[in-house]
């Protein structure tokens, strides 16, 4: 059993850092590419088989010390009355966003069941893979999955959002809530299908004032870390200069995007495990840049407790020969 990535997500000193980039099973690959020629975004996520075949792109590649599923944040969704699709150039498209804060309450029908491919999927990882590497179980936090349940679509500065929280301060926390009691439930599924580790992305919960921020989100943050009895990853974007917010929601460990200087981090969160966080352009640059760059973030992590990553997702031009450096550089270290 390889347990790498659960050790360092649990805070412990390992012998060198576990590896794994978020979004590592998708386009820049290109065997993703052609599957996906065959099967819808949905259709993909939601048949094991396929996802299994996804999932594993990476493992093949590059043999990453974590395999995050091949999914999406926004599955959780359906069973929550909101239909989704994959619009290609255009992104994630809600058929049915919330009209108005009469809207938010929808059909509320049972995670576990409705999402069952999940387990399915993390069964099929276990017999495939289960003692070789860790399975990463994942969904998204409250804020994120409202902006799109609001919007409708991708927005650069998630604006509905941000107004419906003004303009409907009620109807916008009951969204708020109903996100975080399926996400603690699905997440805790998840667990116990075979998930172990789970990062919470709310990505965009970021893009709130900081008042709000602590207001709005570090409580159901603080909700969804403790329904789940795994090492937990909380990542959210645009938080450099608030890394206590994240904190406070009590995480195994936080996700820092590439604004984020490691040292300064480390100096701010103390024992606190840390994920990331190379600046994904880096994999455009020459091999001798990237494993300068990225030995210098394994540096000022220390060999305690940090799970390197990028700092955000890995973008699809990437060439797969850069991710693999990246991660021959992280199984290249010896502490
Ligand atoms: O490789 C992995 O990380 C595994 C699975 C995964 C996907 N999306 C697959 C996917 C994960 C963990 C996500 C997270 C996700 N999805 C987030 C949070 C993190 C982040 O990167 O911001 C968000 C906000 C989403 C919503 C979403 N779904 C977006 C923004 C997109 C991309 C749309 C686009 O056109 O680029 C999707 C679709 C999606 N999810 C793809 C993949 C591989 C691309 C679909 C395709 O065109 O093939």
Do not use: C
């Not at 709310?202 to 159901?220: C, F, K, N, S, W």
């Amino acid at each position: 059993m390889s347990d790498l990535l659960v050790r360092a997500a649990r805070g412990e000193r390992t012998e060198r850092p576990p590896v794994w980039l978020m979004r590592q099973a998708g386009r820049h690959i290109p065997e993703y590419r052609e599957i996906r020629e065959d099967y819808s975004f949905v259709e993909a996520v939601t048949d094991p088989a396929v996802a299994e075949r996804i999932t594993l792109l990476p493992w093949e590649r590059y043999r990453p010390d974590g395999l995050v599923l091949f999914s999406d944040i926004l599955t959780i969704l359906e069973p929550l009355g909101f239909e989704y699709h994959i619009e290609s150039g255009v992104g994630p498209v809600i058929e049915n966003p919330v009209s108005g804060p009469d809207d938010v309450d929808r059909s509320r029908e049972p995670i576990p069941e409705r999402l069952d491919y999940v387990g399915e999927l993390l069964d099929r990882l276990e017999d495939r893979v289960g003692d070789r590497t860790s399975l990463i179980g994942f969904a998204g936090g409250p804020f994120t999955l409202a902006s799109y349940a609001i919007a409708g679509e991708p927005t650069r500065n998630h604006l509905p959002a941000r107004k419906f929280r003004l303009q409907h301060p009620e109807a916008f926390e009951r969204l708020l809530d109903l996100f975080t009691e399926a996400v603690a439930e699905f997440l805790a599924y998840q667990v116990d299908r075979g998930a172990d580790v789970v990062q919470v992305f709310d990505t965009y919960a970021g893009v709130l004032p900081p008042a709000d921020y602590e207001r709005y989100i570090v409580p159901r943050h603080r909700e969804i870390v403790a329904a789940v009895d795994a090492p937990t990853i909380l990542f959210v974007r645009n938080m450099n200069g608030r890394l206590g917010q994240l904190a406070a929601a009590d995480p195994d460990v936080v996700g820092l995007d590439w604004t984020v200087e490691m040292g300064a981090a480390r100096d701010q969160l103390g024992d606190l495990g840390v994920q990331g966080n190379l600046d994904p352009s880096v994999l455009f640059a020459d091999r001798a840049t990237i494993r300068e760059r990225t030995r210098e973030i394994i540096e000022a992590a220390g060999p305690q407790g940090h799970v390197l990553n990028l700092g955000h997702g890995v973008d699809r031009e990437t060439p797969v020969d850069s991710v693999r450096t990246f991660v021959e550089t992280a199984k290249n270290v010896r502490w």
